[in-house]
């Protein structure tokens, strides 16, 4: 079981690119984040009226966001969804939803579940126990779960990856003390906008929306996520790009010497003879990648935009 203070160590996460330009140099805009999975080429949304910026937001606005999201998403009626203002705000408050106990969570994955789970009382396992955190696709090995690995107690699925591939949702499995979590910045490229989605069962969103306040998610969330999730073929065209994109990337990394292990079309997971040392080498031409305090061999990079790719095969 992991101790309090151990699992905290381990809340490490990408970016931290104002640190990279503090120690290599540049300014922050000659540098090209790769550390990160999130999608390059950003929607291109309509920008919102000024009432979304200058007034509250209302309850139409919320109920439209939240009708596109069970549209995308095809949300089975008896479940409902909640908008939140970024997953992570989610994940910091599902261990709250069952008293304390313990809770497995295949590693490595994202850092941030155990520490929330650790963070209210609860012991983090490898086998067993009651719950279960699922991060489907896994982060960073790229590993897709199926209904068949969901367990007993609570069941928390983090698709924050899964709309590359959205025929692997475990949506239709949500319900009773299984929820889904939905990230929108990664797959929309829209992180700063901090906008997520819970998909559960009506008691225990219930109780997430009590927890977050009123009006946890701004009007210009509001209306741009209803633009994005309406726009279909969009997130079409955006699949098949990152799909190109990845593979572009596997062949450009290969030829350099590192070795695809995993990941998804939204970030690439190789291995390296030294992690560190290529993550020193991108950083001399201001490309900041993501190293694991796990493993010494592992190197994860996200996609670059139109311009980066030169960029990229020129610093490997």
């Known amino acids: 079981m992991d101790k309090s203070n151990d699992a905290r160590q381990k809340r490490d996460h990408g970016g931290g690119l104002d640190q990279a330009v503090q120690r290599y140099g540049g300014a922050r805009a000659d540098w090209i984040d790769l550390s990160t999975g999130?999608?390059?080429?950003?929607?291109?949304?309509?920008?919102p009226t000024a009432a979304a910026w200058t007034a509250l937001p209302d309850s139409g606005a919320q109920s439209a966001l939240c009708a596109a999201a069970r549209t995308f998403w095809t949300v089975p009626d008896h479940l409902d969804v909640l908008a939140v203002p970024g997953a992570s705000a989610a994940i910091a408050q599902m261990p709250r939803l069952k008293p304390a106990g313990t809770v497995r969570i295949p590693r490595p994955t994202y850092n941030e579940h155990a520490a929330a789970f650790v963070t209210?009382?609860?012991?983090?396992?490898?086998?067993g126990g009651d719950g279960q955190v699922l991060v489907h696709p896994n982060n960073p090995t790229g590993h897709f779960w199926n209904a068949n690995d969901l367990g007993h107690g609570l069941?928390?699925?983090?698709?924050?990856?899964?709309?590359?591939?959205?025929?692997?949702?475990?949506?239709?499995?949500?319900?009773?003390?299984?929820?889904?979590?939905?990230?929108?910045?990664?797959f929309w490229g829209l992180a700063g906008l901090r906008l997520g989605f819970v998909i559960g069962e009506p008691d225990h969103l219930g109780r997430l929306a009590e927890w977050l306040g009123p009006w946890p998610v701004s009007g210009v969330a509001l209306d741009v996520g209803r633009q994005a999730l309406r726009d279909v073929a969009w997130a079409d065209a955006t699949r098949t790009r990152l799909d190109v994109d990845a593979?572009?990337?596997?062949?450009?990394?290969?030829?350099?010497?590192?070795?695809?292990?995993?990941?998804?079309?939204?970030?690439?997971?190789?291995?390296?003879d030294d992690a560190a040392r290529w993550q020193d080498r991108l950083a001399q031409h201001h490309i900041w990648s993501r190293t694991f305090p796990y493993s010494d061999r592992w190197l994860r990079l996200g996609l670059p935009d139109a311009s980066g790719w030169s960029r990229l095969a020129d610093a490997v």
């Open 247 to 272: 593979i572009r990337m596997d062949s450009i990394l290969a030829d350099a010497g590192a070795e695809c292990v995993g990941g998804t079309a939204l970030f690439r997971l190789y291995q390296v």
């Open 120 to 127: 209210h009382g609860w012991d983090v396992t490898d086998t």
């Open 38 to 47: 999130i999608n390059p080429i950003p929607y291109a949304f309509t920008p």
């Open 155 to 186: 069941q928390i699925i983090d698709e924050s990856f899964c709309d590359i591939a959205p025929d692997r949702s475990l949506v239709p499995h949500a319900g009773a003390d299984t929820i889904v979590l939905k990230s929108f910045g990664k």
